[in-house]
């Protein structure tokens, strides 16, 4: 597997902000993903990080509110926009397809806690 | 439609051995997984099983699944204070782009 870092690790915003959210792996990746877990929920996905492409959203989650970019196989980032308090949650990459790792297997990054006031 | 499913709690007392369980409705995934969650922290990655296979050791995890009933159990011997965390059990159905379905995860007390 690989290390997978995320930053921020946790922070408080004001609605109406927007945050960008990092996630960096240490080896190159195929695929990666973001997840949002709810306060005390389990992890839904919002979308699949395409490198040189358009990300892939789930139903409910759209561009506009997550813009995510991915400029490399190592790289890729989540923007919470125009943030209410309903988006304070934990906010998760993973990814999948290191060489050598697990076929179809995800590994996740230390996650991001976000609050919005 | 993707469904997983498992109870919201288990508690156990200290060298007992804790059963979690875990049912799903897509027969499709190629591999079943079992995360663990600790407070403040992400997702580390327990085990997995090849859905062709029926049983899966891993030190003290024992990992079995139930393809005719589509249930997956993780069973941890010897249960520790440091496996008190929420454990989730997810999978990935196939033509879903990658996508891991989870379920609500079992949280794990452990008493001394």
């Known amino acids: 597997s690989a290390v997978i870092s995320q930053k921020p690790s946790r922070d408080i915003c004001q609605r109406g902000t927007s945050l960008t959210i990092q996630c960096q792996v240490d080896s190159q990746v195929t695929m990666m993903f973001w997840y949002r877990q709810q306060p005390g929920q389990s992890l839904t996905l919002i979308a699949t990080?395409?490198?040189?492409?358009?990300?892939?959203?789930e139903s409910g989650f759209v561009i506009d509110k997550f813009p995510i970019s991915r400029p490399n196989l190592t790289f890729s980032t989540l923007t919470v926009s125009n943030m209410s308090p309903e988006d304070s949650s934990i906010y998760l990459c993973?990814?999948?397809?290191?060489?050598?790792?697990?076929?179809?297997?995800?590994?996740f990054g230390p996650g991001t806690r976000l609050t919005v006031l | 439609g993707e469904d997983v499913e498992q109870s919201l709690f288990l508690s156990v007392r200290e060298g007992d051995s804790s059963v979690i369980n875990c049912t799903y409705t897509d027969s499709s995934s190629t591999y079943l997984y079992w995360y663990k969650q600790e407070p403040g922290a992400g997702l580390q990655l327990l085990t997995y099983?090849?859905?062709?296979?029926d049983m899966k050791q891993d030190q003290r995890l024992t990992v079995l699944l139930n393809k005719k009933d589509k249930h997956l159990s993780l069973r941890i011997a010897d249960t520790q204070t440091g496996d008190s965390a929420i454990y989730f059990c997810?999978?990935?159905?196939?033509?879903?782009?990658?996508?891991?379905?989870f379920g609500q995860g079992t949280e794990l007390s452990v008493k001394p």
């Open positions: 997810a999978e990935t159905p196939r033509n879903q782009g990658g996508k891991l379905i």
């Open positions: 099983i090849f859905s062709n296979m």
């Open positions: 993973s990814v999948e397809g290191g060489k050598g790792w697990v076929t179809d297997t995800q590994y």
């Open positions: 990080a395409n490198q040189g492409s358009e990300a892939t959203y």
